[in-house]
């Protein structure tokens, strides 16, 4: 197993340099001169070619490409982001504290996502076909193609305006954290709980199942073996779910005013402060990546098969 490991991190190294080197690109992509941006930032009245230079050096933009983007790479192993063009405090003072504040958001939204998910798939497989399980698949079509800021809207009308029972917008206590749990999770799980019903359904058909009946072993203990080989599914795609809800609590965080990557984002790309959008697009990517590598080593745990794919 440890082979294993070892071996699946060395293949993730060359997928995040790629992803080092495309990030830093994307300074380079924008019309405008990164220098320029600054200049504007800075509320600098008349912008003349002598202060675009002068701005570059300071900046270390005169060096070559590949040199910034080899000190850029090593100043971002130490979490250092550079400053911001905006504010000019450090890219890790402004992400830090908004990436720790969706992190948190979404955990806890990963781990409600998750229960909700295995328990509807887990009952709708055993009632395949019955009302229970129409029932649930009906509603669930119907809430996850809500869009979410629709949705979250009429969460703070109905309970927060209308019953007054829980805040609007920021994160004060543990009831801010209820509202944008509950879209989240309606967004998601009603996605997720498919594959598990699907992964279950699959089990359930196979020869084991069958043999296992035939030697008289109870229910119960079948149910746990079918749940421990649809698990395998549903650890890669729970694994893969944290990233991407990491990514898109944009309209989620704007919508409750939740002091995120998302509300820090969308701010830094009106301002163009290229250093904070650079940091987030890197930490999502790698965040991908740290997760797709995470569910292929629980997936080989489960399954020494798989140990053999690489």
């Known amino acids: 197993m440890l082979g294993y490991i070892i071996k699946r991190i060395v293949l993730t190294m060359p997928l995040l340099v790629a992803i080092s080197f495309l990030t830093f690109v994307l300074i380079n992509l924008s019309p405008l001169d990164p220098a320029e941006v600054v200049l504007q930032a800075q509320g600098v009245p008349q912008i003349t070619e002598e202060l675009i230079v002068q701005t570059k050096a300071e900046l270390g933009m005169d060096k070559p490409f590949f040199i910034q983007y080899f000190h850029w790479v090593l100043a971002s192993l130490q979490l250092d982001f550079g400053y911001s063009f905006v504010t000019n405090d450090p890219v890790w003072t402004l992400i830090g504290p908004a990436f720790i504040n969706t992190l948190k958001l979404t955990l806890v939204s990963s781990v409600v996502i998750i229960i909700v998910s295995i328990v509807l798939g887990v009952v709708c497989a055993i009632y395949e076909g019955k009302l229970v399980d129409k029932t649930v698949r009906g509603f669930s079509f119907m809430l996850t193609s809500m869009p979410s800021y629709w949705l979250a809207t009429l969460m703070i009308w109905y309970f927060s305006v209308t019953l007054?029972?829980?805040?609007?917008?920021?994160?004060h206590s543990y009831q801010s954290y209820i509202l944008p749990v509950i879209v989240i999770t309606i967004s998601y799980a009603g996605i997720y709980f498919r594959v598990v019903r699907s992964s279950v359904l699959s089990n359930k058909n196979k020869d084991f199942v069958l043999y296992a009946r035939a030697c008289g072993i109870t229910e119960s203990r079948i149910m746990l073996h079918i749940l421990k080989n649809s698990m395998q599914v549903a650890v890669s795609v729970f694994c893969m779910a944290i990233p991407i809800i990491l990514g898109s609590t944009v309209v989620i965080e704007n919508v409750f005013a939740w002091p995120g990557l998302g509300s820090l984002t969308v701010k830094s790309i009106l301002s163009r402060d290229f250093p904070v959008i650079q940091a987030y697009v890197l930490i999502l990517a790698?965040?991908?990546?740290?997760?797709n590598m995470l569910s292929d080593i629980i997936n080989a745990g489960m399954n020494p098969k798989l140990r053999n794919d690489l």
């Open 164 to 171: 007054d029972l829980l805040p609007t917008s920021g994160m």
């Open 286 to 291: 790698v965040t991908f990546v740290l997760f």
